[in-house]
Nanobody, 124 residues
Framework: QVQLVESGGELVQAGGSLRLSCAAS????????TGWFRQAPGKEREFVAA????????YYADSVKGRFTISRDNAKNTVYLQMNSLKPEDTAVYYC?????????????????WGQGTQVTVSS
């Protein structure tokens, strides 16, 4: 099992940047594919980005491609989401998720473990 704790969310102006972190417990973190999802009020949870166990492969939603970068440091049991050129429509609670398989899925139901979320608010 793995436990996930997100941090780094805050209020930022449009055009600004934030880096979210997801700290994982457990000594086998490197065996988990990890993703970031977000959920805005009244909307379904949506995929943002995913990264393979080694960090060599990444996958992004079209809405964030070119602005967001997912990365991981397995020695620190941490996954990051660097968010640049933020827009008001990026406002949401951001969740870190992990799954024990190797495929980079964009569908939430394929992820077994979830953090509690961190709020990102982008003002116009």
């Amino acid at each position: 099992q793995v436990q996930l704790v997100e941090s780094g969310g805050e209020l930022v102006q449009a055009g600004g940047s934030l880096r979210l972190s997801c700290a994982a417990s457990g000594r086998t973190f490197s065996t988990y594919t990890t993703g970031w999802f977000r959920q805005a009020p009244g909307k379904e949870r949506e995929f943002v980005a995913a990264i393979s166990r080694s960090g060599g492969n990444t996958y992004y939603a079209d809405s964030v491609k070119g602005r967001f970068t997912i990365s991981r440091d397995n020695a620190k049991n941490t996954v990051y989401l660097q968010m640049n050129s933020l827009k008001p429509e990026d406002t949401a609670v951001y969740y870190c998720a992990a799954r024990s398989g190797g495929t980079l899925y964009s569908v939430p139901r394929f992820y077994n473990y979830w953090g509690q979320g961190t709020q990102v608010t982008v003002s116009s």
